[in-house]
């Protein structure tokens, strides 16, 4: 079975640009999250979809969304790029929407804001 | 809120020794409890629940709610084990969102 899978994998953009992540879960997953991960800050989750729903929310500003498609791929959008958006953002995948349900991680995308 | 604390940064034993890495949590409710793991240039992955309370390459974990804590213990450390663990609490309000803490860098030295 093929693993979570995120493109691309490294990114480079300016400030005020915009950015979109995708992240292909494993097949059958329907739940998708987004983390985001910094050396200060650590992991911290972004939102959660769940048959094409955004379920749970963290706590970054509105120029951060996502959505999910009806084959549970899912995308996130980064607009007005900040310095302090750069960071590795990671997407996991689980089968549903269960608190015990594995997630399986992808291998993150590197995005550098200059 | 929840949080999840992870004390150590780095801990460095020698293969051999026991290991356990410190883990605390704060939420309001019954939490999930989580390890992952991320072994170099690997994927994070999870390494044990508590609610499976089971042993995974060695490695238990035990829910204490009285003391809010959720340790990671090993008595032999290998050098395999050497990664970045983290501890992940997660609410029981339905969804996969996980707090995370700041992970403890393991290394086991020869």
């Known amino acids: 079975k093929a693993g979570v899978t995120q493109t691309p994998r490294y990114l480079i953009k300016t400030r005020g640009q915009q950015v979109t992540l995708s992240c292909s879960p494993i097949?059958?997953?329907?739940?998708v999250s987004w983390y985001q991960q910094t050396p200060g800050q650590g992991l911290q989750f972004l939102f959660e979809?769940?048959?094409?729903?955004?379920?749970n929310k963290g706590n970054f500003p509105g120029r951060f969304s996502g959505r999910q498609f009806s084959n549970s791929r899912s995308e996130m959008n980064v607009s007005t790029l900040e310095l302090g958006d750069s960071a590795l953002y990671l997407c996991?995948?689980?089968?549903?929407?269960?608190?015990?349900?594995?997630?399986?991680f992808g291998p993150g995308t590197r995005l550098t804001v200059l | 809120a929840q949080r999840v604390t992870q004390p150590e940064k780095l801990l460095s034993v020698f293969k051999g020794a026991p290991v356990e890495l410190k883990c605390n949590y704060s939420?309001?409710?019954?939490?999930?409890l989580f390890w992952y793991v991320q072994y170099s240039r690997q994927r994070l992955q999870l390494l044990l629940r508590?609610?499976s309370r089971e042993s995974i390459k060695g490695f238990t974990a035990d829910l204490n709610k009285g003391e809010t804590s959720f340790h990671l213990k090993k008595p032999f450390a290998q050098e395999e084990d050497s990664a970045m663990y983290y501890c992940?609490?997660?609410?029981?309000?339905?969804?996969?969102?996980?707090?995370f803490g700041t992970g403890t860098q393991l290394k086991v030295e020869l």
């Open positions: 996991a995948s689980s089968l549903g929407f269960v608190s015990t349900d594995t997630q399986y």
């Open positions: 097949s059958g997953h329907r739940s």
């Open positions: 979809y769940f048959s094409e729903t955004q379920r």
């Open positions: 939420y309001s409710g019954s939490p999930e």
């Open positions: 508590h609610i």
């Open positions: 992940a609490l997660s609410g029981t309000g339905g969804g996969n969102k996980l707090t």
